[in-house]
């Protein structure tokens, strides 16, 4: 019995650590992402200074509509 208390430890032992290692795997493809997502932001943030202009523009025309 000894023997396979100590065998099922070594197996928990070694889940942990593959849970450990899973984790850290899955931070690292996180950073990753958002490396990725910082890259083409510079494009996404001109689309955004634009829009608000557009919308600015549409605004007084609605109100012009509207009265």
Do not use: Y
């Not at 690292?28 to 200074?49: A, S």
């Amino acid at each position: 019995m000894a023997s396979k208390d100590t065998a099922k430890a070594k197996m928990n032992q070694k889940r942990g650590r593959e849970k450990i290692i899973r984790i850290k795997q899955h931070k690292k493809k996180k950073k990753t992402g958002l490396q990725w997502e910082i890259e083409p932001n510079p494009i996404r943030t001109d689309n955004l200074q634009e829009s608000p202009i557009l919308e600015s523009d549409a605004l007084p025309l609605r109100h012009g509509s509207s009265e």
